[in-house]
Each structure stands twice: as C-alpha cells, then as structure tokens.
C-alpha cells in the first residue's frame, strides 16, 4: 500500500494507495468552512441571452452569501454556462457584464480547446479564452478538460498541463472529470493529481465525478502530504460530503441550491451544532440527485435545463430555455418534475427560515 508521494508512478492506481482507502469520518471538521464556487447558469429567453435574469440569479446567490457569511466566488462561462457552445465573442460579454453589474466578487472563467482539429493536442488551444479570462481583474481561470489533452498518456497529460500553464498570468485551477459529463473523460491518477498539485501556478483542482469517490481521495491524499492545493467538488451528488470535510465547493448544484449549501455550511460549524442540518443536507441533496439524474445514456449533462427550471419557478428568471444550440435537453415535463423535486427543500427551508428558497408569493 502505497503512502508517500515518491513512491507513485504513472501506474499507479488509486485503490494501491492509502488515500482511497480513508474514511470520510477521519477528514470531517466543524470548524473550516471553504469558498463555494457556483457555476453560473447563463440563462436564456427566445433564444438569446437572457441578461437580466443572468443579473437577478446573482444577486439572489449575492444575498444567500452575506445571510450567511459563505464566500462565494462566481464561475463564468464553464459548463453551466455553455462554455461549449459559445463564441468568443459571446465569452467575453459574459465576463464583461458580469463585471459592470458586479464589480467586488472574485471570479473564476472556465476555459479549454478552442477551434482543436487534428489528432494531436495542441496546448495554445486554451490561448483564446486564457487571453480574454486574464485581461479582468480578480480572476482565475479553470483548465477545463478536452478530449485530445484527457487521451495523452499520464507523463505526457501532465506535461501538457505544464505548457498550458506557462501561459497563466493569474491562478489556475485543473479539472478533472468522469464519463458520466462527457463520455471521454477519465479522472486523475494519484500520480498526475501529485504532479499538478505541486506546481506553483495551480491552486487547486476540480474533481467531478458521480460514480466514483475521488473528491475523498484528493482531500485524504492533499491533507496527509501537506499540499499547497486546494481541492474542490464537482461532485453534485456529494454535496454534504464537502460541507462536512470543510472542502471548496465548485458546482453547478450551487445555482439551484444557493441559499440551501450557505445555510447547511453555516449551521455545520456552528457551535454546539444544530442536528437539523442533517434533513436539510438530505432535503438538499434530493433536489440535486433529481437536477443531475443521468439520461438512457447515462449522462448527466441536461442538468443545465433542470437548473433553468429550478430557477424559473423560483421567479428568478422567465424562461427555462437553453442554449439554442444545446442537445442537453430534458423532456416536456421537466417543469413538473422539477416543481416535484423541490417540495421537500422547500419543506425544510420553510422550518429553518431560509427565506431566500421560497416560491414567489
């Protein structure tokens, strides 16, 4: 078993390590109480932007944060935001109407392969949206993965993630992901997740999974060796798993359930603890589960039109439209579904005075 850092290899498996054999209980805290990073929905209306209901959710999530003393740093222009369907123009606007509406808030831009053709990667893909993401203030910038950087061997992975990182002038954040958000997606090895950890232009990582507990590893794994790295969940069905290890969260959950995770990381390191946060991370996460249910194909990628759902009936936005030029689509019920999903939450939240998630009156 495997449980010092020289002794990985690109080889390597995680269940050979340590760290994957950690137990949850081991790593709780009641005291530390991360950023939640909220992967911004761009929301949609006759088939454009819908701008203000881009300003209204945020000012909603805005309000969730300082009720309940929660950093939130804002996700731009990742995949919540259709970072795949977007032109570079349209990436910039995002940014750029963010700024003007909400000038103090820390941002973080996803970026990854723009204009990738031919069969071998090519780091100065990521150059168009690192150049735009970097020209803001208060920024970082997500390395999103892509399928040609996600099939490179470990050592050659790594060294690409290297190249790209020659050209951050701000702090960056690596991403890892599984095939349940895109079919080609592989998570990180114990040993490349130990090589990117430390290098000095990357602060932290992003680990979405659902399937498989790897947000565990990364913290067991960071912790006991003493990494300067910051790991974040991406692991929407895992929510409560991050509020109690004290992790950062970085999902797209957070649109849905702004007010809900403010209010759950708050009561979880108050003292002496209310035990009521217990129903509200299940009453929580059974709204996400049913936001992030995987389709015949086993994706969850169509959560972006559940959150649009979510976000109309809480009269944040008008319409539950998604980008045009999305195939990530649910079905012609998902407003009743969706209306289903949230009876429970909003059951709790009534009980713990959670004003910000209520139905329009």
């Not at 349209?90 to 996803?110: D, N």
């Not at 049913?290 to 944040?316: C, D, Q």
């Not at 910000?356 to 009156?361: G, V």
């Amino acid at each position: 078993m495997i449980t010092q850092a020289h002794e990985l290899t690109p080889d390597t498996t995680w269940n050979n390590t340590i760290w994957a054999h950690t137990p949850e209980e081991s790593l709780v805290d009641h005291q530390r109480s991360s950023r939640l990073c909220v992967a911004t929905l761009l929301p949609f209306k006759n088939g454009e932007p819908d701008w203000e209901g881009f300003e209204s959710s945020i000012r909603w999530m805005l309000a969730a944060g300082e009720a309940y003393g929660i950093e939130l740093v804002f996700v731009l222009n990742a995949d919540t935001g259709y970072i795949f369907q977007l032109s570079e123009e349209l990436y910039a606007e995002v940014i750029r109407r963010f700024r003007a509406a909400f000038p103090e808030p820390r941002i973080i831009c996803g970026t990854t392969a723009v204009g990738a053709s031919g069969e071998k990667f090519q780091p100065s893909w990521y150059q168009p949206h690192l150049e735009i993401a970097q020209s803001f203030d208060n920024v970082e910038v997500m390395l999103m993965t892509s399928k040609l950087l996600n099939e490179l061997p470990d050592e050659k992975r790594r060294d690409a993630y290297f190249e790209i990182a020659e050209m951050l002038t701000v702090p960056g954040i690596v991403h890892a992901l599984e095939p349940s958000f895109v079919p080609w997606a592989t998570p990180f090895s114990p040993w490349l997740l130990k090589e990117l950890a430390q290098h000095e232009k990357f602060i932290g990582g992003k680990i979405s999974t659902l399937d498989e507990p790897h947000f565990l590893y990364w913290s067991a794994m960071c912790r006991d060796l003493g990494f300067d790295f910051a790991p974040h969940s991406g692991d929407d069905y895992g929510i409560p798993t991050a509020i109690r290890l004290g992790e950062s969260l970085l999902i797209g959950a957070g649109v849905s359930a702004c007010p809900l995770i403010c209010a759950a990381r708050q009561m979880w390191t108050k003292s002496p603890l209310d035990t009521r946060v217990y129903k509200l991370f299940e009453s929580l996460q059974s709204l996400e589960d049913a936001v992030f249910r995987l389709n015949e194909n086993g994706s969850a990628a169509a959560y972006k039109h559940s959150t649009a759902h979510v976000l109309k009936h809480l009269g944040l936005i008008d319409s539950p439209e998604i980008h045009p030029a999305c195939n990530d689509r649910r079905g012609d019920d998902e407003a009743l579904r969706m209306a289903e999903a949230m009876q429970r939450p909003l059951r709790i939240a009534d009980r713990l005075d959670i004003d910000l998630f209520s139905l329009p009156s």
